[in-house]
């Protein structure tokens, strides 16, 4: 290979690539039964972080950034004036061995721009995942992109070979895609999605027959949604987020704050701050959603809409849940645990097994690591050293507020100013 | 009773040997150290164990009747952090573990079982760490080498997830502080010393010992990290508590170019 040209290719398509945040490569298992290269079993490593803090885990590139379409959020859109590329599939095959042989990533993330037809352009992505698999007996970790609009044969094909495949709902709503991405279908996004559910779901069935059934796209799908482009609330954002979830098995959905890459009058300017909390605030809600057993319409509501930037949004419920207050840690069960502004899944666990050895006091509670200065106001321990003022929800928030500095004062500052 | 100093060779079935002496000879006060780390070694009253693998086996099987598998290869783990005084820490734990009647894993409370399960989780880290942060050179003899320096001992932890992982290729990972590394020969792990001549610099490729194509692809990788970075989200703050700057020398994609 031209190692020159390799180069120039390289930067132009992962520049292209970098704004996809789906970088997860865990929840895979495939493991190395060859002898071959590679293994994607448990947890996913991250071989190095960017300046930016995000987890450098997978070789993320286009095959290319050429596109016959136009959408207004994308720095690929056909009317950007922009340098074009494309790798050979030889290329990305040569670049994903060689560089997980020297064990900087678990493994690829491709996706690509549409160039000719949606079926042309995954025929191609399917080929170099193909290509891995069979002639180099790659065994890392891979995730495709399944373009919008694709055969349902080249789709089938691709789960055979790939660990995740995810397909970018990018706009929150129906009316927003509509106005931003014109050439573009929501069903074309939706069908995918359906497909690869079908497909998991099949392939389960026949494994309980077949022990040697190929596994199908093993770690599942997921989605990625732009925030702060057009403009959905919070509520819309969760809802449909929840929907995926809930109707297409998804594994993840990814939020990725807007970065601003375009002077169209539809989207916010260049300049406009990425809205990094708000972001955060979302994953948080998502969290609480999928591990913390809280209902979506808990957090956000027709009449709580937005989530509260300068708290989490577990204790913002809190605070409007007063009466669900204090929790007993010695007797309170994993539910109710698991809803103290303060305490993480970890230490619930560890409140669990510890308290079996003895009563537990602050003492203790601290050692295991739950952060005190929020969870004191809604807790009851082992101890007769308790918030005994009947503290309204506003005295509560500053008294914590005024003990804890957040990694996003700054940010917060400024995004504050907005609504100021 | 009195006082005891044992001395043993550093290993952990040296140190296990150790617990079966002193449940052996019912002996209090203990004190342990590597011979490495011993001091005064004439003035002191102290004796010199020999690892004996039949009572450290013992020992091993007993703890693990006695607690999760999880939990006594935590005292594995706390083991080759290295820190001092780790053998009586983890003398005390094994103590307690043998006396009490039900299972003291997850007993947080304890001072000992928190500090046992703290270090080994250190320890775990660490190797985490090294295994995202190996970066192998091929050599001119078509191996893939990387060296580290780890805070703890934890090539041996790492050695089973290399093996797997790069099955088809032959690896040598050498830890530089320790003076020792592993070497995969497309059939098993070997234990390795290695004397390097003193013109080689471990954190550069020198075109003598590394392939051609060494330089480009470490030069492709250098600028894949710099593409993916998005300028306007830098954070150094949180990149640095990601990849502490200890590190850096041997990560391709932090060289200079
Ligand atoms: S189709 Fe995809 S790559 Fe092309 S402009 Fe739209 S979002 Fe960008």
Redesign the pocket.
Known sequence: MSFERTQEKLKILADAAKYDVSCSSSGSNRKNTNKGLGDATGMGICHSYTEDGRCVSLLKILLT?H?????A??????SNDIKRAAFKVQEVVDLTMNFYRRNYIEGLFLS???FKSADYTMERLVGVAKKLRLEENFNGYIHLKSIPGASDELMREAGLYADRLSV?I?IPTKSGLKLL?P??NHDDFIKPMVKVKNEIIQYKAEKKIIRSTPKYAPAGQSTQMIIGASGENDFQIMQTSNHFYKNYNLKRVYYSGYVPISYDSRLPQIGTEVPMLRENRLYQTDWLMRFYGFDVNEILNANHQHLDLDIDPKLSWALRNLHCFPVDVNKADKRMLARIPGLGMKSVSKIIYARRYRKLNWEHLKKIGVALNRARYFMICDSNDFERRDLTASQIKNFILQNSTSKYTKTLSNQLNLFG | MRASNLIYDGTFDGFLTCVFNVYEYKLEDVAIQKETAVQNLLFSDSETIITDTNKADRVWIGLKTKLSKASSFKVYYAFLSEKEDIEVLLLDFIKYAFKSAVPIDKDYANPTVLKVSQISKMVGREKHRMEAFVRFKLTKDQIYFANIEPDFNVLPLISKHFKSRYADQKWIIYDLKRHYGLYYDLQKVEIINLNFSDDFDPTKTSAEYFSDEEFEFQKLWQHYFKSTNIESRKNMNLHIRHVPKRYWKYLSEKQPN
């Open positions: 950034n596109c016959i379409f136009d959408c959020y994308c720095v690929t859109r056909k690509s721009g549409i970018n990018e991405a050439d573009k």
